[in-house]
């Protein structure tokens, strides 16, 4: 079965903490991979994605994320976190046309 | 450009009746999805329409159902309201290509409350 698991479901950090978020999924095939970020009282946003080629893929406001083929693993990451990084992130894989999300992680960033 | 937009933002409805949720995609983008998103459950794939056509499925009752228009527009129904039908409903369009629908755009949602 298609499914993703993120690792944490809160997560409470200080400013300038750096932050690594886990995803990992179970997929039969080729799968194209996202992080979504949710502010609070705002849509859905791209953050990043893959589709092929290098496995370290960079995205906005400075996260970055990894594939990792064998370990089906795509976590997120970023060196040094800001307060407007508090919202909830969400990582998706998207097979046979649609995406499947994970449970979503909140960040809380603390000033 | 103008983005994903859904009317109405919110509604509230009682158990037993229906609801007809309305999404405008980007402009150019033919293929529009629906997610259900919920505290307990998360955000869940509802269907996904693609020039009229509906490409793909979710695991929903028969109650809750959608139609493209030639427009690209698209519409999702609710019949027979649960009080577990009360969602956040979030409309996505992207422009397909191939087997798969690529990056998504989403609207801010449609927030239904069922009393």
């Known amino acids: 079965a298609q499914s993703v698991s993120q690792h944490n479901h809160h997560v409470i950090l200080s400013e300038a903490a750096s932050l690594e978020l886990g995803c990992n999924y179970s997929?039969?095939?080729?799968?194209?991979l996202f992080w979504y970020v949710q502010y609070p009282g705002q849509h859905l946003q791209l953050l990043l994605k893959?589709?092929?080629?290098?496995?370290l893929v960079k995205g906005i406001k400075g996260f970055e994320a990894e594939f990792i083929k064998s370990k089906f693993s795509f976590n997120l990451r970023k060196p040094s976190v800001q307060w407007s990084d508090t919202a909830e992130y969400f990582c998706?894989?998207?097979?046979?046309?649609?995406?499947?999300f994970g449970q979503g992680t909140e960040l809380s960033v603390k000033p | 450009k103008a983005g994903v937009t859904q009317t109405p933002r919110y509604l509230i409805k009682t158990r037993g009746q229906q609801v007809t949720l309305s999404c405008s995609p980007i402009?150019?983008?033919?293929?529009v999805s629906w997610y259900q998103q919920t505290p307990g459950q998360g955000l869940q794939f509802l269907f996904e329409?693609?020039?009229?056509?509906?490409?793909n499925k979710g695991n929903f009752p028969g109650r809750f159902s959608g139609r493209q228009f030639s427009n690209s527009r698209s519409e999702m129904n609710v019949s027979t309201l649960e009080l577990g039908d009360s969602a956040l409903y979030l409309c996505?369009?992207?422009?397909?290509?191939?087997?798969?629908?690529?990056?998504?755009?989403f609207g801010e949602g449609s927030r239904l409350t069922v009393l």
């Open positions: 996505a369009s992207s422009i397909r290509t191939g087997g798969d629908t690529g990056e998504l755009f």
């Open positions: 997929y039969g095939g080729t799968v194209n």
């Open positions: 893959y589709f092929s080629g290098d496995p």
């Open positions: 998706a894989i998207q097979g046979g046309g649609k995406l499947i």
């Open positions: 402009s150019g983008h033919r293929s």
């Open positions: 329409y693609f020039s009229e056509t509906q490409r």
